[in-house]
């Protein structure tokens, strides 16, 4: 086209007013709103007078109002979507941690559509507290006096820190002194919370003698900060093996005792169940911390407790109460979805039916010849499909900063493709994406981690997607 051509066409591109009344348009305000559907117009006929000046024809209506859909469903699509989780790490940190029960997430619509009792006390017509959901039930499930919730367990060991030991000298072992992930050092978290970390121990071996070495060096030096607390760290997501030593929890709060410091255990995922009947080794449990006297213990409420995002804190009542009128616990405080979700998963552990009903305990409990059953059925479907799928052994994961290096033996299905890495991509990219996991070269994925409503979703994406890709021959 010459200049002149091209003049001609861009005066016969519609105006936005025009566009706006088309029917096309009109679905799209309906779904987008007034405003973003007039941008996205305006957007559409920008770029089609980029390509009119470089050659293009005058296209249709449809394309124009095409071309502003697709601008406004990228645009507009929220970016925190549901994702099915194939890649068999059961608390995925990366995709949202632990799914949540039926009663969850019923107990979490519920007070999210309305008013609720979050802070009003139902029998005296007046204020109530909003600690004391889920805190009663928290007190009886792990024998603790006290109970708090707050936020986040990063949130709540900096809540216990700043609370206990604030200026003063906290023993930890230099083994513990590790990184959790998401850039959470226990050093720089201490550091913020205003205590005074004191090392003790070596990064593979600490002795209780270490402990008392360092209390008492406390004490003779009159510059040091006074020991207040002793904090015992989960190693969380990495283990020491061979030479190595630390005392046991029972054995720090003997000398607490002898000494009069208080023990704080940050358990990390908190199991309130046994992980041993699974074939994994054991987990501490919040339980087994309570009763071997630790004065406070904190953990996650969305590992393996297996509920909400929620810091937890339990113990004796004379150092936990006081922390719920620290300033920061108002800045850490969980919100009426976290506080309802909370206590609807923990109510499955006192009705004993957690391993059936909280997502994380059924997958931990999944029985091998199931996880079989359910990739032969995927197997067959999409071979009926024309798809050709293998069934190979391998391992899940707990994940979470729990049980580091242990796993569980499961049943993966492995799609036939030339370039896995391409697969996954494009398996990301659907309406409802798929994490899968490549293995050997091979992309497979884990029955384990998919929820069996998922399962329609998953085989169609993957039906979909290798249709359009080269298969391996
Ligand atoms: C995961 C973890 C935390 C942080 O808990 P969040 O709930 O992620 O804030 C703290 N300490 C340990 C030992 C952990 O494993």
């Not at 046991?248 to 309130?272: F, I, K, Q």
């Not at 206590?343 to 552990?349: G, K, V």
Request: overall charge negative.
């Amino acid at each position: 086209m010459n200049t002149q051509d091209i003049q001609v066409t861009l005066r016969q591109l519609p105006s936005v007013d025009r566009l706006l009344n088309d029917d096309g348009a009109r679905e799209l305000i309906a779904a987008y709103g007034r405003g973003p559907t007039t941008e996205a117009l305006r957007q559409a006929l920008d770029s089609t007078r980029e390509d009119v000046r470089e050659g293009a024809a005058l296209p249709e209506v449809d394309a124009l109002i095409e071309r502003a859909s697709a601008y406004l469903e990228r645009r507009l699509a929220p970016t925190l979507r549901p994702t099915i989780n194939a890649a068999g790490v059961i608390i995925h940190t990366n995709l949202g941690r632990a799914p949540l029960s039926r009663a969850t997430r019923v107990a979490m619509d519920a007070v999210s559509r309305g008013y609720s009792t979050l802070e009003y006390d139902l029998d005296a017509g007046q204020r109530g507290h909003r600690t004391l959901h889920a805190e009663r039930l928290l007190c009886e499930l792990t024998g603790a006096e006290s109970a708090l919730v707050v936020n986040n367990n990063a949130g709540a060991v900096l809540l216990a820190l700043s609370g206990l030991a604030q200026g003063h000298g906290v023993l930890i072992s230099r083994g513990q002194l590790v990184e959790i992930g998401g850039g959470f050092r226990i050093p720089d978290v201490m550091a913020q919370s205003g205590a005074h970390l004191i090392e003790v121990g070596t990064t593979n071996r600490t002795h209780l003698q270490d402990y008392v070495k360092a209390i008492k060096a406390a004490l003779y030096d009159p510059d040091a900060a006074a020991v207040e607390l002793i904090l015992r760290v989960h190693h969380s997501n990495y283990r020491i093996v061979g030479f190595a030593a630390e005392p046991t929890l029972a054995e720090l709060v003997d000398l607490g005792r002898e000494h009069g410091v208080p023990v704080m255990d940050d358990l990390g995922s908190g199991a309130l169940l046994d992980t041993a009947p699974f074939g994994l080794v054991h987990e501490p449990m919040v339980q087994e911390s309570v009763a071997a006297g630790a004065t406070v213990v904190c953990f996650s409420g969305d590992k393996l407790l297996g509920g909400p995002q929620a810091g937890v804190i339990v113990g004796k009542a004379a150092h936990i109460d006081p922390l719920k009128s620290h300033p920061l616990a108002r800045a850490l405080r969980p919100d009426k979805l976290c506080l309802a979700g909370l206590q609807a998963t923990l109510l499955h552990y006192l009705r004993d039916e957690a391993i059936e009903q909280i997502p994380v305990w059924r997958m931990i409990a999944a029985p091998l010849a199931e996880i079989e059953t359910r990739a032969r059925r995927w197997q067959e479907t999409l071979y009926q499909e024309g798809i050709e799928a293998e069934i190979t052994d391998g391992a899940s994961t707990v994940g979470g900063g729990s049980l580091p290096g242990e796993t569980l033996p499961t049943r993966l299905l492995a799609l036939p493709v030339a370039h896995p890495d391409r697969l996954a991509a494009a398996l990301r990219e659907g309406p409802q994406p798929v994490v899968a996991r490549i293995e050997d070269e091979r992309l497979v994925l884990d029955p384990r981690t998919v929820l069996p409503e998922e399962e329609d979703n998953l085989l169609k994406t993957i039906e979909n997607v290798l249709s359009q890709l080269p298969r391996k021959t």
